[in-house]
């Protein structure tokens, strides 16, 4: 017989009662208004998205800077870790994350899941909007990045808004092409592949690649989006 949840911490938010729950040691979910929004045994996609999305920036030629990569939600901190796997040493990591205490759960009861990667030196968390992230790099008010991760609990999807959508639009889409270094990388998670959305990334320029992680099952779908070299 599986063993109950255990509801480690509640905390009201703009967008509902958020919960860290467990049942073993490395079984946890994260809810938000009864809504499961992850799993850490269930983070197959999560875990390819971070390290496709950064693939190749540790083997950068020399004279290269170090890469600099915003990823966004932080959740249980299992993307992080899997980017923090494949980057080098000298690497600058954004984490965008809306709600503090989500960085007070992976601070404590969810660091042994990841190692303690939110407090690994190269991570830096900004508790606030990925889109207003990825807006200052557009404009030139900080550095570009080498690769964005938007790992969040709602991907693109049939009713996203085409052009106004603060992450998924046309408008939003031209931001992130301009935030990223020429050859950079821009990956999203989904619950499902979208296809209007990769219509998008394609006009605006970038080479795109669609996966869904998996054997059989539930399978999610995740998108490298990469701004050419040249």
Do not use: Q
Request: charged share 25%; hydrophobic share 45%.
């Amino acid at each position: 017989m599986a063993r109950a949840w255990e509801v480690l911490d509640r905390r009201e938010t703009a967008d509902g009662l958020l919960e860290l729950r467990r049942r073993a040691a490395d079984d946890f979910l994260i809810c938000v208004g009864g809504r499961v929004l992850m799993n850490s045994r269930a983070s197959r996609s999560e875990l390819e998205l971070g390290v496709w999305t950064c693939e190749g920036l540790a083997e950068r030629g020399n004279g290269a800077p170090p890469p600099r990569v915003l990823v966004a939600g932080l959740g249980m901190g299992l993307t992080l870790r899997a980017v923090l796997d494949v980057l080098p040493a000298a690497s600058e990591v954004v984490v965008a994350e809306l709600h503090p205490v989500v960085a007070e759960w992976c601070r404590g009861p969810l660091a042994a899941l990841t190692d303690g990667a939110v407090s690994d030196a190269r991570v830096r968390v900004h508790l606030g909007d990925v889109a207003a992230c990825i807006a200052a790099a557009a404009a030139g008010e900080v550095a570009p990045f080498e690769a964005i991760v938007l790992d969040l609990f709602e991907g693109p999807h049939a009713k996203t808004d085409a052009r106004g959508d603060p992450l998924y639009g046309t408008d939003a889409i031209d931001r992130c092409f301009r935030a990223l270094a020429p050859g950079g990388a821009l990956g999203v998670w989904g619950e499902v592949r979208e296809p209007g959305f990769e219509s998008r990334l394609a006009r605006r320029g970038f080479e795109v690649e669609a996966r869904r992680p998996g054997r059989g099952g539930l399978r999610h779908a995740i998108v490298r989006a990469r701004r050419p070299a040249a």
